[in-house]
């Protein structure tokens, strides 16, 4: 495997790609030869700090395939035939090539003797990335919520005075009070 840039891996893409590696049993064919590369020159992010524009396990990505423009495609850990047509597994030599690379890269892989490019074109989606938007929007929210006074308003009322009755001085009738 050659390319301009080592891959950028999260903790759970190592771990995976680790179980996988130890499945193969130091097999020599080309997927085990660029997993163990992958591996061996991996830069490793928690998952809070792997950049945006990384492909990670369950990220959508447009890449050129020998100069043809492929997907977007989510990149999965499944295998199989009866994967739909928008995913690709990490179990294809495709699949992983594109794990760990970032917007703009290239890498090159050889299968049964054909040599391939793949160029990341765009991450459309990256699920550690959407995770920490969502995170600062609740956050954000949060502030915005706590801007507002949440206790309530309390008024107090008192009742209405009634008015008092005047009295004239030069009259000597003391009205209904005087009973």
Same mark, same amino acid.
């Given at each position: 495997?050659?390319? =301009?840039?080592?891959?950028?891996? %999260?903790?759970?893409?190592?771990? @995976?790609?680790t179980?996988?590696l =130890?499945?193969?049993d130091?097999?020599?064919? $080309?997927?085990?030869t660029?997993?163990r590369e992958?591996?061996n020159? $991996? ?6 700090? @792997?950049p945006?524009?990384?492909v %990670?396990?369950n990220s959508r990505v %447009?890449?050129r395939l020998? *100069?043809?423009?492929?997907g /977007?495609h ?5 295998? *199989? =035939?009866? +994967? #739909?047509d928008? $995913? +690709?597994? @990490?179990? %294809? +030599?495709?699949?992983?090539? +594109?794990? *760990?690379l970032a917007? *703009?890269e ?6 049964n003797g ?9 991450? =459309?989606?990256? #699920?550690e990335a959407?995770?920490?938007?969502r995170?600062?929007?609740?956050a954000?929210?949060?502030?915005q919520?706590q801007a507002?006074? &949440?206790? &309530?308003?309390?008024?107090k009322f008192?009742p209405?005075?009634k #008015?008092?009755?005047?009295?004239r /001085?030069?009259?000597?009738? &003391?009205? #209904?009070? $005087?009973?």
């Open positions: 495997m050659s390319r =301009e840039y080592f891959s950028q891996l %999260t903790t759970k893409d190592v771990f @995976i790609l179980t996988i =130890e499945r193969y130091n097999q020599a064919d $080309a997927f085990a660029l997993l992958k591996l020159h $991996a830069t490793v992010y928690f998952r809070d700090d @792997i945006g524009d990384v %990670t396990l %447009t890449y020998n *100069g043809q423009i492929k /977007p989510l990149v999965v850990q499944c295998q *199989g =035939e009866d +994967l #739909p928008y $995913a +690709l597994s @990490i179990h %294809t +030599l495709c699949g992983l090539s +594109l794990l *760990g917007e *703009g290239k890498t090159a892989i050889e299968d054909k040599r391939q490019t793949i160029f990341i074109e765009a991450v =459309e989606f990256q #699920p959407n995770l920490r938007l995170e600062q929007d609740a954000f929210s949060r502030t919520r507002v006074d &949440p206790s &309530p308003q309390v008024l008192q209405k005075q #008015p008092a009755i005047a009295r /001085p030069d009259d000597d009738d &003391p009205g #209904p009070f $005087a009973a």
